[in-house]
């Protein structure tokens, strides 16, 4: 079955980095377009960064351009999400997802890995 499951996230105060991590099984990876979403408490789900099934296409949303990187491995089926200069704001649960179209209307999901950006 698919599997997709993250790992990386923490606590890190204002200005710091993390990386995360999302192994992906159960399905053809390196055919499928990749991207991480978050959700902050009390608010929806939102869009962060995609990456198309080569790695050549990414995209940001405004808010993290600049400061995010996403990247994948199709050998080790895995994509990465680099966050630098963390802010407060990117306080949120932050999910993983593969859809291979890339229309993240009804995408695989995984089970979220918390990250929380001290002041």
């Known amino acids: 079955q698919v599997q997709l499951v993250e790992s990386g996230g923490g606590l890190v105060q204002a200005g710091g980095s993390l990386r995360l991590f999302c192994a992906a099984s159960?399905?053809?990876?390196?055919?499928?377009?990749m991207g991480w979403f978050r959700q902050a408490p009390g608010k929806e789900r939102e869009f962060v960064a995609t990456?198309?099934?080569?790695?050549?296409?990414?995209y940001y949303a405004d808010s993290v351009k600049g400061r995010f990187a996403i990247s994948r491995d199709n050998a080790k089926n895995t994509v990465y999400l680099q966050m630098n200069s963390l802010k407060p704001e990117d306080t949120a649960v932050y999910y993983c997802?593969?859809?291979?179209?890339?229309?993240?209307?009804?995408?695989?999901w995984g089970q979220g890995t918390q990250v929380t950006v001290s002041s």
């Open positions: 159960g399905f053809t990876f390196s055919s499928y377009g």
């Open positions: 990456i198309d099934w080569s790695g050549r296409s990414t």
């Open positions: 997802a593969a859809d291979l179209r890339m229309r993240w209307q009804n995408p695989y």
